[in-house]
Protein backbone atom coordinates (compact mmCIF):
# COMPACT_ATOMS: atom_id res chain seq x y z
CA UNK A 1 0.00 0.00 0.00
CA UNK A 2 1.16 3.76 -1.13
CA UNK A 3 1.41 5.71 1.84
CA UNK A 4 1.78 9.82 2.07
CA UNK A 5 4.89 11.10 4.18
CA UNK A 6 4.24 15.09 4.90
CA UNK A 7 7.51 16.95 5.64
CA UNK A 8 7.82 20.44 7.20
CA UNK A 9 10.44 22.03 9.53
CA UNK A 10 7.89 21.99 12.50
CA UNK A 11 5.74 19.34 13.34
CA UNK A 12 2.02 20.56 13.91
CA UNK A 13 2.16 19.70 17.90
CA UNK A 14 3.78 22.51 19.83
CA UNK A 15 6.26 20.76 22.25
CA UNK A 16 6.74 23.13 25.24
CA UNK A 17 9.16 22.96 28.81
CA UNK A 18 6.96 23.82 31.18
CA UNK A 19 7.77 23.87 35.36
CA UNK A 20 6.22 20.06 35.64
CA UNK A 21 7.75 18.78 32.61
CA UNK A 22 7.14 18.70 28.23
CA UNK A 23 4.06 19.78 27.14
CA UNK A 24 2.30 18.62 23.83
CA UNK A 25 -0.39 20.78 22.30
CA UNK A 26 -1.41 20.62 18.68
CA UNK A 27 -1.01 23.58 17.00
CA UNK A 28 -3.40 25.90 15.52
CA UNK A 29 -1.47 26.70 12.48
CA UNK A 30 -3.41 26.48 8.45
CA UNK A 31 -1.02 23.73 7.77
CA UNK A 32 -1.59 21.43 10.29
CA UNK A 33 -5.25 21.88 10.12
CA UNK A 34 -5.16 21.11 6.04
CA UNK A 35 -3.41 18.24 6.25
CA UNK A 36 -5.17 16.53 9.11
CA UNK A 37 -6.91 14.23 7.48
CA UNK A 38 -4.18 13.20 5.46
CA UNK A 39 -1.04 12.91 7.74
CA UNK A 40 -3.51 10.95 10.65
CA UNK A 41 -4.72 8.92 8.01
CA UNK A 42 -3.47 4.60 8.02
CA UNK A 43 0.34 4.42 7.64
CA UNK A 44 0.93 8.13 6.91
CA UNK A 45 3.04 10.30 9.06
CA UNK A 46 4.48 13.78 9.39
CA UNK A 47 7.84 14.44 9.97
CA UNK A 48 9.64 17.47 11.33
CA UNK A 49 11.30 19.08 14.33
CA UNK A 50 9.04 19.22 17.53
CA UNK A 51 10.57 22.86 18.04
CA UNK A 52 12.39 22.64 21.12
CA UNK A 53 16.06 21.51 21.76
CA UNK A 54 16.26 18.22 24.02
CA UNK A 55 19.38 16.17 23.96
CA UNK A 56 18.75 13.92 26.77
CA UNK A 57 18.07 10.12 25.31
CA UNK A 58 15.44 9.50 27.08
CA UNK A 59 13.55 12.17 26.45
CA UNK A 60 14.16 12.19 23.34
CA UNK A 61 12.22 8.78 23.50
CA UNK A 62 9.73 10.27 25.43
CA UNK A 63 8.82 13.08 22.76
CA UNK A 64 9.17 10.21 19.99
CA UNK A 65 6.80 7.94 21.83
CA UNK A 66 4.30 10.56 22.25
CA UNK A 67 4.50 12.01 18.60
CA UNK A 68 4.20 8.65 17.24
CA UNK A 69 0.93 7.77 18.82
CA UNK A 70 -0.28 11.17 16.75
CA UNK A 71 1.34 9.95 13.72
CA UNK A 72 4.08 12.14 13.64
CA UNK A 73 8.03 11.07 13.59
CA UNK A 74 10.63 13.95 15.03
CA UNK A 75 14.06 15.21 14.11
CA UNK A 76 15.95 16.68 16.84
CA UNK A 77 18.36 19.33 15.71
CA UNK A 78 21.08 20.11 18.52
CA UNK A 79 21.60 23.70 19.81
CA UNK A 80 24.32 24.34 16.83
CA UNK A 81 21.98 23.54 13.88
CA UNK A 82 19.12 25.41 15.62
CA UNK A 83 21.74 28.50 15.56
CA UNK A 84 23.17 27.70 12.16
CA UNK A 85 20.61 25.91 10.00
CA UNK A 86 17.19 27.36 11.24
CA UNK A 87 18.42 30.90 12.86
CA UNK A 88 21.14 31.42 10.02
CA UNK A 89 20.20 29.44 6.88
CA UNK A 90 16.85 29.77 6.75
CA UNK A 91 15.55 33.16 8.50
CA UNK A 92 18.91 35.02 8.35
CA UNK A 93 19.44 33.67 4.55
CA UNK A 94 16.40 32.20 3.03
CA UNK A 95 13.71 34.49 4.53
CA UNK A 96 15.03 38.04 3.91
CA UNK A 97 16.47 36.86 0.19
CA UNK A 98 13.06 35.52 -0.83
CA UNK A 99 10.98 38.92 0.88
CA UNK A 100 13.34 41.69 -1.26
CA UNK A 101 15.54 42.23 1.96
CA UNK A 102 18.28 40.70 0.42
CA UNK A 103 20.64 43.78 2.52
CA UNK A 104 19.30 41.84 5.87
CA UNK A 105 21.27 38.43 3.91
CA UNK A 106 24.08 36.25 5.52
CA UNK A 107 26.01 35.08 3.39
CA UNK A 108 28.00 32.41 5.91
CA UNK A 109 29.78 28.98 4.52
CA UNK A 110 29.11 28.01 7.87
CA UNK A 111 25.57 28.42 7.65
CA UNK A 112 25.14 27.04 4.68
CA UNK A 113 26.71 23.97 5.22
CA UNK A 114 24.76 23.34 8.28
CA UNK A 115 21.88 23.67 6.22
CA UNK A 116 23.09 20.99 3.89
CA UNK A 117 23.46 18.67 7.28
CA UNK A 118 20.39 19.24 8.33
CA UNK A 119 18.61 18.93 4.98
CA UNK A 120 20.38 15.36 4.79
CA UNK A 121 19.18 14.97 8.41
CA UNK A 122 15.44 15.28 7.31
CA UNK A 123 16.32 12.90 4.35
CA UNK A 124 17.61 10.01 6.73
CA UNK A 125 14.20 10.34 9.08
CA UNK A 126 12.25 9.98 5.74
CA UNK A 127 14.07 7.25 4.28
CA UNK A 128 13.87 5.36 7.49
CA UNK A 129 9.78 5.43 7.15
CA UNK A 130 9.00 5.63 3.36
CA UNK A 131 9.45 2.90 1.02
CA UNK A 132 9.79 3.21 -2.93
CA UNK A 133 6.59 3.74 -4.01
CA UNK A 134 5.42 6.23 -1.11
CA UNK A 135 4.32 9.63 -1.70
CA UNK A 136 5.84 12.57 -0.59
CA UNK A 137 5.02 16.16 0.41
CA UNK A 138 7.92 18.66 1.21
CA UNK A 139 6.93 21.81 2.76
CA UNK A 140 8.68 25.21 2.61
CA UNK A 141 11.97 26.91 2.71
CA UNK A 142 13.69 25.42 5.17
CA UNK A 143 14.01 22.13 3.65
CA UNK A 144 14.80 23.25 -0.60
CA UNK A 145 17.59 21.00 -0.78
CA UNK A 146 14.98 18.11 0.28
CA UNK A 147 13.46 16.98 -2.87
CA UNK A 148 16.80 16.19 -4.76
CA UNK A 149 18.44 14.49 -2.43
CA UNK A 150 15.42 11.81 -1.97
CA UNK A 151 15.11 11.41 -5.29
CA UNK A 152 18.69 10.23 -5.13
CA UNK A 153 17.48 7.21 -2.52
CA UNK A 154 13.78 7.04 -3.82
CA UNK A 155 13.76 7.15 -7.50
CA UNK A 156 10.55 5.88 -8.16
CA UNK A 157 9.00 8.10 -5.48
CA UNK A 158 6.60 10.52 -6.05
CA UNK A 159 7.48 13.97 -3.99
CA UNK A 160 6.22 16.99 -4.36
CA UNK A 161 7.04 20.48 -3.08
CA UNK A 162 5.33 23.46 -1.92
CA UNK A 163 6.70 26.82 -0.94
CA UNK A 164 4.81 29.00 1.54
CA UNK A 165 6.58 32.13 0.68
CA UNK A 166 7.37 33.84 -2.32
CA UNK A 167 10.08 33.18 -4.97
CA UNK A 168 11.43 35.98 -5.77
CA UNK A 169 13.02 37.64 -9.36
CA UNK A 170 15.77 35.78 -10.56
CA UNK A 171 17.71 38.89 -10.01
CA UNK A 172 17.78 38.05 -6.11
CA UNK A 173 18.44 34.33 -6.39
CA UNK A 174 21.28 35.53 -8.58
CA UNK A 175 22.65 37.06 -5.59
CA UNK A 176 22.46 33.93 -3.70
CA UNK A 177 26.18 32.24 -3.93
CA UNK A 178 23.99 28.91 -3.87
CA UNK A 179 20.82 30.11 -5.80
CA UNK A 180 21.82 27.32 -8.71
CA UNK A 181 22.09 24.90 -6.29
CA UNK A 182 18.91 25.42 -4.43
CA UNK A 183 16.93 25.51 -7.67
CA UNK A 184 18.33 21.80 -8.62
CA UNK A 185 17.88 20.44 -5.60
CA UNK A 186 13.94 21.67 -5.56
CA UNK A 187 13.94 19.67 -9.29
CA UNK A 188 13.90 16.51 -7.79
CA UNK A 189 10.15 17.11 -7.28
CA UNK A 190 7.67 15.70 -9.69
CA UNK A 191 5.44 18.86 -8.71
CA UNK A 192 6.51 22.45 -7.44
CA UNK A 193 3.85 24.42 -5.99
CA UNK A 194 3.31 28.04 -5.02
CA UNK A 195 0.81 30.27 -3.84
CA UNK A 196 0.12 32.28 -6.93
CA UNK A 197 1.12 32.73 -10.74
CA UNK A 198 3.88 35.60 -9.96
CA UNK A 199 6.15 33.18 -7.95
CA UNK A 200 5.85 30.56 -10.50
CA UNK A 201 6.75 33.01 -13.20
CA UNK A 202 9.70 33.76 -10.68
CA UNK A 203 11.26 30.21 -10.48
CA UNK A 204 10.93 29.29 -14.13
CA UNK A 205 12.47 32.18 -15.18
CA UNK A 206 15.09 31.44 -12.50
CA UNK A 207 15.40 27.51 -13.74
CA UNK A 208 16.05 28.95 -17.70
CA UNK A 209 18.80 31.69 -16.55
CA UNK A 210 20.70 30.33 -13.94
CA UNK A 211 20.13 26.78 -15.36
CA UNK A 212 19.74 27.14 -18.80
CA UNK A 213 16.68 25.00 -18.77
CA UNK A 214 13.45 25.94 -20.01
CA UNK A 215 10.09 25.21 -19.89
CA UNK A 216 6.58 24.55 -21.56
CA UNK A 217 3.50 25.67 -20.28
CA UNK A 218 5.09 25.29 -16.90
CA UNK A 219 6.84 21.80 -17.43
CA UNK A 220 10.91 21.71 -17.08
CA UNK A 221 12.28 19.00 -18.68
CA UNK A 222 15.27 18.19 -16.85
CA UNK A 223 18.34 15.62 -18.41
CA UNK A 224 15.70 13.31 -17.34
CA UNK A 225 12.80 14.11 -16.40
CA UNK A 226 9.96 16.61 -16.78
CA UNK A 227 9.13 18.50 -13.57
CA UNK A 228 5.40 20.18 -13.26
CA UNK A 229 5.15 23.68 -11.64
CA UNK A 230 2.08 25.13 -11.05
CA UNK A 231 0.11 27.84 -8.57
CA UNK A 232 -1.78 26.70 -5.79
CA UNK A 233 -3.22 29.77 -3.73
CA UNK A 234 -3.38 28.11 -0.27
CA UNK A 235 -6.67 28.37 1.77
CA UNK A 236 -8.06 28.41 5.12
CA UNK A 237 -10.79 25.94 7.35
CA UNK A 238 -13.54 28.43 6.32
CA UNK A 239 -16.16 27.22 8.50
CA UNK A 240 -14.03 26.85 11.69
CA UNK A 241 -13.99 30.84 11.40
CA UNK A 242 -17.08 31.44 10.95
CA UNK A 243 -18.47 28.92 13.84
CA UNK A 244 -15.82 30.88 15.58
CA UNK A 245 -16.72 34.18 15.35
CA UNK A 246 -20.40 33.20 15.75
CA UNK A 247 -19.47 31.79 18.72
CA UNK A 248 -21.77 32.25 22.40
CA UNK A 249 -17.47 32.12 23.60
CA UNK A 250 -17.06 34.64 21.01
CA UNK A 251 -19.80 37.22 21.16
CA UNK A 252 -19.07 37.21 25.34
CA UNK A 253 -15.79 38.64 24.63
CA UNK A 254 -16.70 41.07 22.27
CA UNK A 255 -19.18 42.71 24.82
CA UNK A 256 -16.28 42.21 27.74
CA UNK A 257 -14.05 44.46 25.19
CA UNK A 258 -16.71 46.80 24.00
CA UNK A 259 -17.72 48.03 27.74
CA UNK A 260 -14.51 49.06 27.62
CA UNK A 261 -14.44 50.91 24.08
CA UNK A 262 -17.68 52.26 24.12
CA UNK A 263 -18.51 53.27 20.25
CA UNK A 264 -14.98 53.73 19.49
CA UNK A 265 -14.14 52.30 15.49
CA UNK A 266 -11.45 49.43 15.44
CA UNK A 267 -8.96 49.17 13.22
CA UNK A 268 -7.31 45.13 13.59
CA UNK A 269 -4.07 44.81 12.90
CA UNK A 270 -2.60 41.08 13.36
CA UNK A 271 1.03 39.92 12.68
CA UNK A 272 4.43 37.79 13.41
CA UNK A 273 7.10 40.56 14.56
CA UNK A 274 8.55 40.21 10.95
CA UNK A 275 10.23 43.36 9.05
CA UNK A 276 8.28 41.70 5.46
CA UNK A 277 5.17 42.45 7.23
CA UNK A 278 5.01 46.48 6.97
CA UNK A 279 4.51 47.18 10.53
CA UNK A 280 6.00 50.17 11.37
CA UNK A 281 4.68 51.94 8.11
CA UNK A 282 0.75 50.78 9.23
CA UNK A 283 1.61 52.47 12.45
CA UNK A 284 2.91 55.82 10.40
CA UNK A 285 -0.34 55.98 7.92
CA UNK A 286 -2.49 55.57 10.94
CA UNK A 287 -0.73 58.71 12.36
CA UNK A 288 -1.04 60.37 9.40
CA UNK A 289 -4.73 59.49 9.48
CA UNK A 290 -5.27 60.84 12.18
CA UNK A 291 -2.89 64.39 10.92
CA UNK A 292 -4.87 64.80 8.31
CA UNK A 293 -8.40 63.52 9.16
CA UNK A 294 -8.68 65.05 13.30
CA UNK A 295 -12.02 64.49 12.91
CA UNK A 296 -11.34 60.64 13.36
CA UNK A 297 -9.01 61.50 16.72
CA UNK A 298 -10.97 59.89 19.74
CA UNK A 299 -13.29 57.80 17.60
CA UNK A 300 -10.71 55.18 16.32
CA UNK A 301 -8.22 52.86 17.74
CA UNK A 302 -6.03 50.80 16.36
CA UNK A 303 -5.96 47.52 17.76
CA UNK A 304 -2.40 45.79 17.47
CA UNK A 305 -1.71 42.71 17.68
CA UNK A 306 2.47 41.65 17.44
CA UNK A 307 2.89 38.06 17.83
CA UNK A 308 6.73 37.91 19.42
CA UNK A 309 8.95 35.83 16.52
CA UNK A 310 12.67 35.00 15.69
CA UNK A 311 13.85 37.58 18.52
CA UNK A 312 17.27 35.65 18.43
CA UNK A 313 17.66 37.31 14.85
CA UNK A 314 19.18 40.77 15.09
CA UNK A 315 16.72 42.67 12.70
CA UNK A 316 13.54 41.40 14.48
CA UNK A 317 15.03 42.88 18.09
CA UNK A 318 15.84 46.20 16.02
CA UNK A 319 12.36 45.94 14.81
CA UNK A 320 10.72 45.77 18.15
CA UNK A 321 12.17 49.05 19.30
CA UNK A 322 11.00 50.62 16.29
CA UNK A 323 7.66 49.72 16.82
CA UNK A 324 8.10 50.18 20.51
CA UNK A 325 9.10 53.61 19.74
CA UNK A 326 6.63 54.40 16.79
CA UNK A 327 3.50 53.31 19.82
CA UNK A 328 4.72 55.53 22.46
CA UNK A 329 5.35 58.30 19.97
CA UNK A 330 1.58 58.40 18.73
CA UNK A 331 -0.30 57.51 21.98
CA UNK A 332 1.64 60.12 23.65
CA UNK A 333 0.46 62.87 21.24
CA UNK A 334 -2.86 61.87 20.99
CA UNK A 335 -4.18 60.25 23.46
CA UNK A 336 -7.22 61.22 25.26
CA UNK A 337 -8.04 60.57 29.49
CA UNK A 338 -10.69 58.55 28.15
CA UNK A 339 -9.39 57.15 24.43
CA UNK A 340 -6.12 55.41 23.42
CA UNK A 341 -5.05 55.63 19.27
CA UNK A 342 -2.81 52.44 19.67
CA UNK A 343 -4.02 49.47 21.50
CA UNK A 344 -0.88 47.54 21.60
CA UNK A 345 -0.08 43.95 22.55
CA UNK A 346 3.15 42.21 22.16
CA UNK A 347 1.64 38.87 22.66
CA UNK A 348 -0.25 36.25 20.92
CA UNK A 349 -3.79 35.42 21.79
CA UNK A 350 -5.94 32.08 21.89
CA UNK A 351 -7.77 31.40 19.30
CA UNK A 352 -11.28 31.94 20.69
CA UNK A 353 -10.05 35.61 21.47
CA UNK A 354 -8.87 36.22 17.93
CA UNK A 355 -12.10 35.26 16.73
CA UNK A 356 -13.88 38.20 19.08
CA UNK A 357 -11.04 40.57 17.23
CA UNK A 358 -11.67 39.46 13.93
CA UNK A 359 -15.99 39.59 15.05
CA UNK A 360 -15.15 43.34 16.77
CA UNK A 361 -12.92 44.80 13.73
CA UNK A 362 -14.64 47.34 11.58
CA UNK A 363 -11.48 47.55 9.42
CA UNK A 364 -8.53 44.71 9.20
CA UNK A 365 -5.25 46.61 8.23
CA UNK A 366 -3.32 43.46 6.22
CA UNK A 367 -0.23 45.43 4.93
CA UNK A 368 2.77 43.36 4.59
CA UNK A 369 5.64 44.93 2.21
CA UNK A 370 5.83 40.97 0.80
CA UNK A 371 4.05 38.57 2.12
CA UNK A 372 3.17 34.27 0.50
CA UNK A 373 0.17 34.08 1.01
CA UNK A 374 -1.39 35.82 3.78
CA UNK A 375 -3.81 33.78 5.93
CA UNK A 376 -5.40 36.60 8.66
CA UNK A 377 -6.95 38.38 5.31
CA UNK A 378 -9.14 35.10 4.75
CA UNK A 379 -9.52 34.80 8.38
CA UNK A 380 -11.15 38.17 8.95
CA UNK A 381 -13.25 37.60 5.68
CA UNK A 382 -14.37 34.42 7.13
CA UNK A 383 -15.28 36.02 10.31
CA UNK A 384 -17.89 38.67 9.05
CA UNK A 385 -20.95 36.60 9.60
CA UNK A 386 -23.01 39.84 9.48
CA UNK A 387 -21.11 40.95 6.06
CA UNK A 388 -19.85 44.16 7.47
CA UNK A 389 -16.42 45.32 7.54
CA UNK A 390 -13.71 46.09 5.19
CA UNK A 391 -10.27 44.83 4.66
CA UNK A 392 -7.38 46.76 3.47
CA UNK A 393 -4.57 44.45 2.08
CA UNK A 394 -1.20 45.00 0.21
CA UNK A 395 -1.26 44.36 -3.40
CA UNK A 396 2.37 42.26 -2.66
CA UNK A 397 0.49 39.64 -0.43
CA UNK A 398 -0.13 36.77 -2.11
CA UNK A 399 -3.73 37.12 -0.70
CA UNK A 400 -4.84 40.28 -3.09
CA UNK A 401 -3.87 37.84 -6.25
CA UNK A 402 -7.41 36.80 -5.06
CA UNK A 403 -9.33 39.35 -3.07
CA UNK A 404 -9.14 41.94 -5.46
CA UNK A 405 -12.19 43.16 -3.38
CA UNK A 406 -10.66 44.32 -0.96
CA UNK A 407 -9.15 47.76 -0.78
CA UNK A 408 -5.54 47.09 -2.65
CA UNK A 409 -3.02 49.37 -1.60
CA UNK A 410 1.05 50.10 -1.89
CA UNK A 411 2.01 49.40 2.11
CA UNK A 412 5.17 52.10 1.42
CA UNK A 413 2.66 54.39 0.41
CA UNK A 414 1.62 55.94 3.95
CA UNK A 415 -0.11 58.83 2.27
CA UNK A 416 -2.38 56.25 0.09
CA UNK A 417 -2.64 54.07 3.30
CA UNK A 418 -4.23 57.13 5.36
CA UNK A 419 -6.73 57.41 2.21
CA UNK A 420 -7.79 53.67 2.44
CA UNK A 421 -8.23 54.12 6.42
CA UNK A 422 -9.95 57.38 5.77
CA UNK A 423 -12.19 55.69 2.88
CA UNK A 424 -13.04 52.02 4.57
CA UNK A 425 -14.18 54.08 7.94
CA UNK A 426 -16.42 56.00 6.20
CA UNK A 427 -17.91 52.94 3.58
CA UNK A 428 -21.69 52.50 3.49
CA UNK A 429 -22.79 49.40 4.88
CA UNK A 430 -24.11 48.29 1.27
CA UNK A 431 -20.57 48.44 -0.55
CA UNK A 432 -19.27 46.57 2.71
CA UNK A 433 -21.87 43.64 2.51
CA UNK A 434 -21.33 43.50 -1.76
CA UNK A 435 -17.48 43.34 -1.12
CA UNK A 436 -17.44 40.93 1.66
CA UNK A 437 -20.46 38.71 0.31
CA UNK A 438 -17.75 38.46 -3.36
CA UNK A 439 -14.52 37.49 -1.05
CA UNK A 440 -16.87 35.11 1.21
CA UNK A 441 -17.55 33.45 -2.00
CA UNK A 442 -14.21 33.26 -3.13
CA UNK A 443 -12.94 31.88 0.56
CA UNK A 444 -14.99 29.14 1.24
CA UNK A 445 -14.75 28.18 -1.90
CA UNK A 446 -11.28 27.40 -2.16
CA UNK A 447 -10.57 26.55 1.69
CA UNK A 448 -7.87 24.23 2.96
CA UNK A 449 -9.38 21.21 2.40
CA UNK A 450 -9.77 22.16 -1.51
CA UNK A 451 -5.76 23.42 -1.57
CA UNK A 452 -5.29 19.88 -0.16
CA UNK A 453 -7.04 17.78 -2.68
CA UNK A 454 -5.98 20.43 -5.35
CA UNK A 455 -2.14 19.29 -4.73
CA UNK A 456 -2.30 15.98 -3.97
CA UNK A 457 -4.23 14.88 -7.12
CA UNK A 458 -1.98 17.12 -9.47
CA UNK A 459 0.78 15.22 -8.04
CA UNK A 460 -0.71 12.08 -8.40
CA UNK A 461 -1.05 13.13 -12.29
CA UNK A 462 2.20 14.33 -12.36
CA UNK A 463 3.71 10.63 -11.80
CA UNK A 464 1.19 9.23 -14.10
CA UNK A 465 2.74 11.75 -17.05
CA UNK A 466 6.43 11.11 -16.09
CA UNK A 467 5.34 7.32 -16.57
CA UNK A 468 3.13 7.89 -19.43
CA UNK A 469 6.43 10.56 -20.98
CA UNK A 470 8.96 7.32 -20.00
CA UNK A 471 7.12 4.80 -21.91
CA UNK A 472 6.19 7.10 -24.91
C1 LIG B 1 3.72 31.70 6.15
C2 LIG B 1 3.87 32.77 5.06
C3 LIG B 1 1.57 32.20 4.26
C4 LIG B 1 -1.54 35.23 14.54
N1 LIG B 1 -1.63 35.76 15.75
C5 LIG B 1 -2.26 34.86 16.54
C6 LIG B 1 -2.57 33.75 15.75
N2 LIG B 1 -2.12 34.00 14.52
C7 LIG B 1 -2.28 33.09 13.36
C8 LIG B 1 -3.20 33.70 12.33
C9 LIG B 1 -2.76 32.97 11.06
C10 LIG B 1 -1.28 32.70 11.31
O1 LIG B 1 -1.04 32.91 12.70
C11 LIG B 1 -0.37 33.64 10.52
O2 LIG B 1 -0.42 33.23 9.17
P1 LIG B 1 0.14 34.13 7.97
O3 LIG B 1 -0.29 33.54 6.70
O4 LIG B 1 -0.36 35.52 8.15
O5 LIG B 1 1.72 34.26 8.14
P2 LIG B 1 3.09 33.34 8.40
O6 LIG B 1 3.09 32.81 9.78
O7 LIG B 1 4.20 34.26 8.08
O8 LIG B 1 3.04 32.10 7.36
C12 LIG B 1 2.49 33.34 4.70
C13 LIG B 1 1.56 31.06 5.27
O9 LIG B 1 2.88 30.63 5.57
C14 LIG B 1 0.77 29.86 4.74
O10 LIG B 1 1.30 29.40 3.54
O11 LIG B 1 0.26 32.72 4.14
O12 LIG B 1 2.62 34.26 3.64
O13 LIG B 1 4.73 33.81 5.52
O14 LIG B 1 -3.43 31.75 10.93
O15 LIG B 1 -4.52 33.48 12.73
N3 LIG B 1 -3.23 32.66 16.23
C15 LIG B 1 -3.59 32.69 17.54
N4 LIG B 1 -3.29 33.75 18.37
C16 LIG B 1 -2.62 34.83 17.91
O16 LIG B 1 -2.37 35.77 18.69
N5 LIG B 1 -4.27 31.65 18.06
Known amino acids: MSRTIIISNRLPTKVQRTASGLSFQPSEGGLATGLGSIYRADGNVWVGWPGLFVDDPAEQAHVTEQLQADSMAPVFLTEAEIRDFYEGFSNGTLWPTFHYFSEFSLYEQAHWEAYVAVNEKFCQAVLALAGPEDTIWVHDYQLLLLPEMLRRERPEATIGFFLHIPFPSYELIRVLPWGAELLRSMLGADLIGFHTYGYMHHFLSAVAHLLGLPNHNGQVETPDRTVLVDAFPMGIDYQRYAEAAASEVAQAHERTYREY ?59 KMEIDELVGRINAQYRTISWNPILYFYRSFPFEELAAFYRLADVALVTPV ?28 GAAQELADALLINPTDTGQLAEALHEALQMPPEEQASRMVAMQALVRQYDVFAWTELFMNRLAYSKIKQETLATD
Not at 374 to 383: D, P, Q, R, T
Open 370 to 397: RDGMNLVAKEFIASKTDQRGVLILSERA
Open 261 to 319: LGETRVILSIDRLDYTKGIAQRLRAFEVLLQRHPEWVGQVSLLMIVVPSRDQVAQYAGL
